[in-house]
């Protein structure tokens, strides 16, 4: 499945929007689409909701965007990851690690 990010403003926080697979073909994509949206935002949220599977190189990528977050002083969360993605998080115990909004939508 072919991975879709799309990008949209609420205020001063950035909101990545993530459909398909995050995985070793994707991970790249997702971790520049990270990168370069990390500059003048106060916040950016990654929502996983239409995320369908996600492996390690993808747990890899957000942890690195988080990193990347702190550096550059922006706050950084998952928003209302899916099911799947949600177990993976919490298999590796990640949940404490990440800041996970739930929007309900």
Same mark, same amino acid.
């Given at each position: 499945?072919?991975?879709?990010?799309?990008?949209?403003?609420?205020?001063?926080?950035?909101?990545?929007?993530?459909?398909?697979?995050?995985?070793?073909?994707?991970?790249?994509? *997702?971790?520049? !689409?990270?990168?370069?949206?990390?500059? #003048? $935002?106060? /916040?950016?949220?990654?929502?996983?909701?239409?995320?369908?599977?996600?492996?390690?190189?993808?747990?890899?990528?957000?942890?690195?965007?988080?990193?990347?977050?702190?550096?550059?002083? *922006?706050?950084? !969360?998952?928003?209302?990851?899916?099911? #799947? $993605?949600? /177990?993976?998080?919490?298999?590796?115990?990640?949940?404490?690690?990440?800041?996970?909004?739930?929007?309900?939508?």
């Amino acid at each position: 499945m072919v991975t879709q990010i799309e990008t949209r403003d609420e205020g001063d926080a950035r909101i990545l929007s993530i459909a398909g697979e995050i995985d070793m073909d994707s991970s790249p994509q *997702v971790r520049d !689409a990270i990168h370069k949206n990390l500059k #003048g $935002v106060s /916040s950016l949220k990654v929502r996983l909701s239409d995320v369908e599977y996600i492996d390690s190189s993808g747990i890899a990528v957000l942890i690195q965007g988080m990193k990347d977050s702190g550096k550059a002083d *922006v706050a950084f !969360a998952l928003l209302d990851p899916s099911d #799947g $993605v949600r /177990s993976v998080i919490e298999l590796a115990m990640l949940q404490q690690v990440f800041t996970i909004e739930e929007t309900g939508g």
